[in-house]
């Protein structure tokens, strides 16, 4: 019986960026405006901050917007275009390990290199745009359906009654029966894991989005301070920081110290759902690797942990909830892992209550108007009346150089 599920190829060309450490301020002023405005065109855009770079995914159009502020001495661009894909459907669980057998082993199978970007509300694999037709015909023996949004008609692939019908050029024959014969011989290794990995086993995780999108704007100056001027707060830690905006989603991935920054309320199960970091790698694993996620995911699906995983321009970082740390170094060990420390020799520990337990809530309504009424202070322009009653950002080029010239 075929599985009640569908793969949906997005309508992006996705940029992959990556920006020295120095260098962030300078695309300061792009950067707002493209993750906290609605004066930009772009609609998919991801900022991860590690240890080792700030990465950039963006689609075409805020990658024209970033364009003007940036030059070769201080960033890196992917020479490949991605393409973004997602499963759903009822069969489907939530999480990079329960669709893992769908999508990221079969195409570590076929050496189809891949990045992965996991958001609170659905998982996302990259795909580059020159293994379009190689994907669809690996994908196609295990998915029933397959649909890309930037065709027409959007359906590429279906199976009804045991007969596949393509509705694009199927890869030649001869390199079809290469590919899968690699496959076969080299399966055994592929899923092995290869990379050290690094956990910083002090430090918690929350993987949030938000209740109500009309209180984005509240959290935009915490999001501010965190993206640009956080990094000398991690001191000796590993950094890691993701915020991910898909048109009306917003992702967040940080330590939980940084939630007593965010105004009570906002975030989404934040008071017991905590996570562990894994980086894989010491050093930066490039394009060409493939079944790298897949060395990982596999042993979490075996052992039915949720995963989040989370690609950099150097490397992937694995995310699973705290309580299953111990379960999944023990699978890992079974796929021939070896641990590292970190160069990051010493930890902070984190209480990871300490800003849950004892706020009653006349700090709770302070801290919330605090954010407010700095919000207010700093940005009198941008703040108006909707005809609901609600309030956003008015975000004009004009605002938004008086926004420049206020945080830089």
């Known amino acids: 019986m075929e599985p009640k599920i569908e793969l949906r190829l997005l309508d992006y060309k996705l940029k992959i960026i990556s920006v020295k450490k120095p260098s962030i301020h300078k695309l300061m002023f792009a950067i707002v405006k493209i993750a906290f405005t609605n004066k930009t065109k772009c609609s998919f855009f991801s900022f991860t901050e590690t240890n080792d770079d700030y990465s950039i995914v963006v689609d075409h159009h805020g990658f024209e917007e970033l364009l003007p502020f940036t030059n070769d001495a201080d960033i890196t661009l992917s020479h490949s275009d991605w393409i ?45 745009e020159e293994d379009y037709e190689t994907v669809i015909e690996c994908l196609s023996a295990h998915i029933p359906k397959i649909y890309d949004e930037s ?63 009309d209180t984005f704007f509240l959290i935009i100056p915490t999001l501010i301070g965190i993206m640009f001027y956080e990094t000398d707060e991690y001191e000796n830690n590993e950094i890691f920081f993701n915020f991910t905006k ?42 060409e690797v493939f079944g790298v996620v897949a060395s990982i995911s596999q042993p979490l699906e075996i ?40 160069n990051k020799t010493c930890f902070v520990e984190v209480k990871v209550n300490s800003f849950l337990n004892g706020i009653d809530s006349e700090e709770e309504i302070n ?30 080029l004009d605002e938004l150089d008086k926004i420049e010239n206020g945080i830089v």
């Open 84 to 128: 973004p894909m997602h499963l759903s459907g009822e069969d489907l669980q939530r999480g990079i390990s329960k669709i893992a057998k769908y999508l990221i082993l079969p195409l570590a199978d076929w050496k189809i290199s891949i990045m992965a970007i996991s958001m609170y509300q659905c998982d996302y694999i990259l795909i580059k």
């Open 151 to 213: 065709q027409e008609p959007e359906i590429v692939f279906t199976k009804q009654n045991g007969k596949a019908h393509y509705n694009i050029k199927k890869v030649h024959k001869t390199n079809r029966r290469l590919l899968r014969k690699q496959s076969v011989s080299d399966e055994s290794r592929q899923h092995k894991i290869t990379l050290p990995l690094l956990i910083p086993d002090t430090i918690e995780y929350c993987i949030t989005g938000l209740y109500n999108m």
């Open 246 to 287: 898909k048109e009306f989603d917003i992702s967040l991935v940080m330590e939980t110290r940084l939630l007593k920054k965010f105004p009570h309320g906002i975030l989404l199960n934040i008071e017991n759902d905590y996570w562990k970091l894994i980086r894989i790698g010491q050093l930066p694993v490039g394009f």
């Open 303 to 342: 052992g039915n942990i949720d995963e989040y995983y989370i690609s950099s321009y150097h490397t992937g970082y694995c995310f699973i909830p705290s309580d299953d740390l111990d379960l999944a170094k023990q699978l890992f060990v079974q796929k021939d892992a070896k641990f590292v420390t970190s």
């Open 367 to 396: 801290n919330l108007t605090s954010q407010e009424n700095y919000f207010e202070t700093r940005f009198p322009d941008q703040i108006e009346s909707c005809e609901n009653g609600n309030r956003t950002i008015d975000e004009s």
